[in-house]
């Protein structure tokens, strides 16, 4: 799927709609390629109206909606994911969206959904888009990926 900010903002809202309680959503790509504008819309779907932004220096940021989204962004986290308690945020009451994911390895539960953000040539003028490709791990996020 290819996107404009906008469309990706759109996107992300309705998928954020559709998230449970103990929903994870792992976020893979390079600087700029729209992991942050993507948990923008995901807040937005959870009815969240604060000012969403990566939490680099600070790891996690909880913001309220309907459900809490806990932004998390783990790439200053290392080689030492226990730095911080990821359980009592994959567990709790809210949805996970966990920046640079991959990073964790085998830290992540078992069950999620990856989205895959690739910069793509644009091909007009002063047009930015992204590729993205969702990636279920999991029953639940296969079925979240048909509902879309």
């Known amino acids: ?72 962004d783990v790439y200053r986290v290392g080689d030492d994911p226990d730095s911080f308690d990821l359980d009592d945020y994959l567990f709790g009451d809210g949805v996970s969206v966990i920046e640079w994911g991959e990073l964790l390895g085998a830290d992540l539960p078992e069950h999620y959904l990856e989205v895959v953000f690739d910069k793509y040539a644009p091909e007009l003028v002063n047009e930015e888009t992204r590729a993205i490709r969702l990636i279920p791990h999991g029953k639940r996020y296969e079925e979240l990926i048909s509902q879309l």
């Open 1 to 72: 799927m290819k996107y404009n900010e906008e469309e990706m903002l759109q996107f992300a809202e309705k998928l954020g709609r559709l998230l449970q309680a103990q929903d994870v959503i792992v976020l893979t790509g390079e600087l700029g390629a729209g992991k942050t504008t993507f948990t923008k819309g995901l807040a937005l779907g959870l009815d969240i109206h604060q000012m969403v932004k990566s939490p680099t220096y600070t790891i996690v940021r909880s913001l309220e909606g309907r459900l809490t989204l806990h932004h998390m």
